[in-house]
């Protein structure tokens, strides 16, 4: 199993620049969230897909948007970049269906915006 | 969700056990406690949750005072690889989402 894996590792783009970052779910996950982390903070929820379609939102602005596709894996696009979207962008996958259960979490793409 | 406060930062010698405390006085009765560690340039790791009644699995257990307005995770033989920030979380099964909300978390530093 190879857990939930993240790409690319490492990004640099400049402001006003768009970027996509892609995200796989653990093996037998249906729901995919993207999670913002800033130097030295912890993760900020930015939102979360299942079916397809976004569940459920954090207070981010409508620059962030998603996509899930049919096998789950999920991307998070941001458009007209600012220099304050650098951070870690962590993806978690969970299965919707399952109690209590814990979010499974990737190792994050570095996106640096200069 | 309910709030949390944990200290900044803490210490612990390796081979000694290590106790993380956390207070969240404004727990609802359905909401549980769960705890993560992210380890430095990797994603949160979950460790352990509870709801009232003390829990341990392979890697800790977590501590919750009868009137849980606080919880404590004990590692009970703290390693160098234990070095990492953790995250105390309170979070209602109504949370439809399932998100996590985090706060600043721990930074716990284990000594040789």
């Known amino acids: 199993d190879a857990g939930v894996t993240q790409s690319p590792t490492h990004l640099i783009k400049t402001r006003g620049q768009q970027v996509t970052l892609r995200c796989s779910p653990k093996?037998?996950?249906?729901?995919v969230s993207w999670y913002q982390q800033a130097l030295g903070q912890g993760p900020q929820f930015i939102f979360q897909y299942y079916e397809e379609e976004e569940r459920q939102r954090g207070n981010f602005p409508d620059r962030f948007s998603g996509h899930q596709f049919p096998n789950y894996s999920s991307e998070l696009n941001v458009n007209a970049l600012l220099l304050g979207d650098s951070a870690l962008y962590l993806c978690?996958?969970?299965?919707?269906?399952?109690?209590?259960?814990?979010?499974?979490f990737g190792p994050g793409t570095r996106l640096t915006v200069l | 969700d309910a709030k949390t406060t944990q200290p900044p930062s803490m210490d612990c010698a390796e081979g000694r056990a290590a106790n993380l405390p956390c207070n969240h006085s404004?727990?609802?009765?359905?909401?549980?406690v769960y705890w993560y560690r992210q380890i430095h340039s990797q994603g949160p790791q979950y460790i352990i949750h509870?709801?009232?009644n003390n829990e341990t699995n392979e890697m800790a257990s977590l501590i919750i005072t009868e009137d849980r307005k606080s919880s404590t995770l004990i590692l009970p033989h703290a390693t160098l690889r234990d070095t990492a920030v953790y995250y105390c979380?309170?979070?209602?099964?109504?949370?439809?989402?399932?998100?996590?909300?985090f706060g600043g978390g721990t930074r716990l530093m284990v000594k040789p």
């Open positions: 404004t727990i609802s009765g359905n909401e549980y």
């Open positions: 093996s037998g996950h249906d729901t």
């Open positions: 978690a996958s969970s299965s919707l269906g399952v109690s209590y259960n814990e979010q499974f």
């Open positions: 979380i309170v979070r209602s099964p109504n949370n439809a989402g399932n998100m996590l909300t």
């Open positions: 509870g709801l009232k």
